[in-house]
């Protein structure tokens, strides 16, 4: 996907200013949610525009979390207000015991990450408003052909940049996210902690 798509594909779901997804590998939806401080019970079925258009009901002081299967093996946790998943302390949970957590998210303020855990370690992290300086993790630099490979080069926009993390995301996981992926039924769940 290039940065004209995956722009089309947030903008049509409500997602372009803000975003925060997480590809787990190995964990169903409810252990995902679990590991994010969400109720199971909690779980109702929703597409994308269903949770848009019920969210003024929902309460204000509760991250939203939309999870649902993609690709063979990965579970996409998608948050509209939160960033619950960005949090190094539950991608570490998210990919321990061998699993594999990818997280991309951006604020309305381009605070912005790409952050790679592999079995309860963050393995790097990067900004996206920055790529090339401020990495973290215990190998910083340990996704820097597969970033060249999808098309991290100097000068992009944060658009271009995004795109090459979708499409980093879906290097790693073997799915790609697309519209059809909004456009399907997934659960959302209630987590327990405010809103940052």
Same mark, same amino acid.
């Given at each position: 996907?290039?940065?004209?798509?995956? &722009?089309?594909?947030?903008?049509?779901?409500?997602?372009?200013?803000?975003?925060?997804? $997480?590809?787990?590998?190995g964990l169903h939806s409810d252990d995902?949610?679990?590991?994010?401080?969400?109720?199971?019970? @909690?779980?109702?079925?929703?597409?994308?525009?269903?949770?848009?258009?019920?969210?003024?009901?929902?309460?204000?002081?509760?991250?939203?979390?939309?999870?649902?299967?993609?690709?063979?093996?990965? $579970?996409?946790?998608?948050?509209? #207000?939160?960033?619950?998943?960005?949090?190094?302390?539950?991608?570490?949970?998210?990919?321990?015991?061998?699993? #594999?957590?990818?997280?991309?998210?951006? $604020?309305?303020?381009?605070?912005?990450?790409? $952050?790679?855990a592999r079995d309860g370690a963050i393995?790097?992290?990067? @900004?996206?408003?920055?790529?090339?300086?401020?990495?973290?993790?215990?190998?910083?630099?340990?996704?820097?052909?597969?970033?060249? &490979?999808?098309?991290?080069?100097?000068?992009?926009?944060?658009?271009?940049?995004?795109?090459?993390?979708?499409?980093?995301?879906?290097?790693?996981?073997g799915a790609i996210v697309n519209g059809?992926?909004?456009?399907?039924?997934?659960? #959302?769940?209630?987590?327990?902690?405010?809103?940052?």
């Open positions: 996907m290039n940065a004209r798509d995956v &722009a089309d594909m947030l903008e049509g779901v409500g997602l372009f200013e803000q975003f925060c997804g $997480t590809w787990v590998r995902v949610a679990r590991a994010l401080g969400a109720d199971p019970s @909690s779980a109702v079925l929703r597409t994308i525009h269903e949770l848009n258009a019920e969210r003024w009901r929902l309460p204000g002081d509760q991250p939203i979390l939309l999870i649902g299967p993609i690709g063979d093996a990965h $579970t996409l946790v998608v948050e509209p #207000q939160s960033y619950l998943g960005a949090e190094p302390d539950r991608l570490r949970s998210l990919s321990s015991g061998g699993g #594999q957590a990818i997280n991309i998210y951006w $604020t309305v303020n381009l605070d912005s990450g790409l $952050t790679l393995v790097t992290a990067l @900004s996206l408003t920055a790529p090339h300086i401020d990495r973290e993790g215990i190998d910083p630099g340990y996704l820097d052909q597969d970033l060249e &490979a999808a098309g991290l080069a100097p000068g992009q926009d944060f658009n271009a940049r995004v795109a090459v993390a979708f499409s980093l995301a879906g290097r790693l996981s059809n992926w909004f456009g399907l039924p997934h659960r #959302q769940y209630l987590a327990t902690r405010r809103r940052r």
